[in-house]
């Protein structure tokens, strides 16, 4: 079998846990399987990396912000490449560039336009395990591109389709996809199976273990995917194409997203085509808008509701202020999040938000906002009941039996 493994940062995070995912290679390897690994930088690394560049400059080159947080990928590269070798393991260190991996031209937010296979399969066919550098590759120019937080699990899928790989392994520090997360709710469940479209839901509405485009990719190339720990044995949680016994389980997981800011301007100019210029500045600066609400006019004004990740408050205020002519006011609101019901079920059972509805008037929580999908109902709530809302409906669609 030909296995690709991610490593992420927490797995890779010194030294000695560098050694113990050479030992978990080294098995994987010995057992007769052709291998893969792709890795993060060591946890805090790329973090550390971008303070470097701040004490330089408050708004360092995107282009050179790219060279400075790839070569923390290729520190873990070469380290675990010596690892494996001093076990007696035949392994090759790559670069995103030596692995064949081209991007379009995105600084810090690159997209993968394609790969060429070919250094990576000499060297598999050779009998040595290719470590790979996640998260970067380069552009048509030749300069170093990198992925975005999370882009190791999209080369690692990337890669993965591209070797034709039997499956990608994603290792972090839990041991699979849980119903929701355990640390709110300690009656959570591992799940063994999740289909790529609630998996993609799960993962956008701020479930953690995996990357968004990651599990995009994998669903558009049919890769499969393996959710594991680097931590333990455990089997892990299979990410997959959907079957029709799935429809049979209402709802599979509920997410909780606490990064969530709302946003109101108050007595906009209700003119044909405010809205879309509001929504496109905002989508020029690259501003990720989620549930939208705009009210019915009222003497020629309205006003227009709207939710952003509260990381990314500051630059819509600088966005929105720009309409000063066409806008009265703006509220912005950081004390909600989001809170979301995910399973294909959906499609063919009534009544699921009716339920969601009910479960939260019985506590007392209010729902600000409301946006829903074939497989997904998501819910903004005041953040303080954001544990209650979760083991509410956890519990109300019975995902702890």
Request: with cysteine.
């Amino acid at each position: 079998m030909l296995i690709v493994h991610k490593y992420g940062g927490t797995s890779v995070g010194s030294l000695e846990r560098i050694e113990s995912v050479a030992s978990r290679v080294a098995k994987v390897k010995k057992e007769g399987n052709d291998l893969v690994v792709v890795v993060s930088a060591m946890s805090g690394e790329t973090n550390k990396l971008i303070g470097f560049a701040n004490h330089f400059s408050e708004n360092p080159s995107k282009r050179e912000m790219d060279m400075l947080l790839s070569s923390g990928e290729r520190v873990t590269a070469a380290l675990l490449a010596i690892a494996l070798q001093e076990s007696g393991v035949d392994a090759i260190a790559m670069t995103g560039r030596q692995a064949g991996i081209k991007t379009d031209s995105s600084h810090t937010y690159a997209r993968i336009a394609s790969i060429d296979p070919k250094a990576m399969q000499r060297e598999i066919d050779a009998g040595r395990v290719v470590i790979v550098a996640g998260f970067q590759g380069i552009n048509e120019d030749g300069a170093v591109t990198t992925l975005g937080r999370g882009g190791s699990d999209l080369s690692a899928v990337a890669i993965a389709a591209s070797l034709k790989a039997d499956a990608c392994e994603i290792y972090s520090d839990v041991d699979g996809i849980y119903t929701t997360d355990p640390r709110i709710e300690p009656k959570a469940k591992k799940m063994d199976f999740i289909s790529y479209d609630e998996m993609l839901e799960l993962a956008s509405l701020g479930a953690k273990v995996l990357q968004n485009r990651s599990v995009e990719l994998a669903k558009k190339l049919k890769v499969k995917m393996i959710a594991k720990s680097s931590f333990s044995d455990a089997e892990g949680t299979v990410i997959g194409e959907e079957s029709e016994d799935m429809e049979a389980v209402l709802v599979s997981g509920i997410a909780l997203d606490k990064n969530q800011a709302r946003v109101t301007i108050r007595e906009v100019i209700d003119r044909p085509g405010i809205a879309a210029e509001i929504f496109t500045k905002l989508a020029d600066e690259q501003i990720n808008v989620d549930m939208i609400i705009q009210n019915a006019s009222t003497d020629g004004k309205t006003n227009l509701g709207f939710t952003i990740p509260q990381s990314e408050s500051s630059r819509a205020k600088a966005v929105i202020e720009a309409f000063d002519h066409d806008i009265g006011a703006m509220d912005f609101d950081d004390s909600v999040c989001k809170v979301s019901v995910v399973g294909v079920g959906m499609k063919s059972h009534s009544g699921v938000a009716a339920t969601a509805f009910r479960a939260m008037a019985k506590e007392s929580i209010n729902i600000e906002m409301i946006s829903t999908s074939e497989i997904k109902i998501s819910m903004i709530i005041a953040e303080k009941y954001a544990g209650l809302a979760v083991r509410t409906l956890h519990n109300v669609y019975e995902l702890d039996i």
